[in-house]
């Protein structure tokens, strides 16, 4: 009988555990839109050499930039009026492979203004140690 009750009340608890520490995803659109209003700003006052944490959703994957350092290029909605380059050196961070159209991308990197949206790069660590690291988040990996 204990063994029995055992094989019942254990994967009740489990279950309840983990409903406790999921994020309900009206919270993580929440969060996004709010750690995309310093994207906003940036994009607003024409600012550029800022370091962003934000997300978006693919939009569009372009060619590698094999010219110098190579870079893996995508496009991002970051928010209704705003597209974001995302430039990432796979020279010195793995490239996201898989990565698709609809994809949702988290970023920490440092955001250049331009007329279409702006640029990020500087989405990996500096050898060099003179540059704040950067990263991207996709499916739960960390590229950096």
């Known amino acids: 009988m204990k063994k029995l009750y055992l094989l019942i009340i254990i994967p009740v608890l489990a279950y309840g ?14 969060f996004s839109q ?10 607003r ?4 050499n800022v370091q962003i944490q934000g997300s978006g959703v693919v939009i569009k994957i372009l060619r590698d930039d094999n010219e ?5 290029k995508f496009i991002l909605n970051a928010n209704k009026n705003q597209t974001l380059l995302i ?17 949702r991308v988290e970023f920490y990197g440092e955001y250049e203004w331009n007329q279409k949206g702006g640029i990020i ?14 990263w991207l988040k996709h499916n739960g990996k960390t590229y950096q």
Not at 17 to 30: C, F, H, N
Not at 45 to 48: L, T
Not at 87 to 103: E, K, S, T
């Open 45 to 48: 006052n024409h600012q550029s």
């Open 68 to 72: 110098g350092s190579r870079h893996q």
């Open 87 to 103: 430039a990432h050196n796979i020279d010195l961070a793995p490239r996201i492979n898989g990565l698709q159209v609809g994809d």
């Open 17 to 30: 555990i983990v409903q406790k520490l999921r994020v309900p995803e009206s919270e993580v659109a929440e």
């Open 34 to 43: 709010l750690s995309n209003v310093a994207l906003e700003s940036a994009y």
């Open 121 to 134: 790069h500087w989405t990996h660590h500096d050898p060099n140690h003179r540059h704040t690291n950067g």
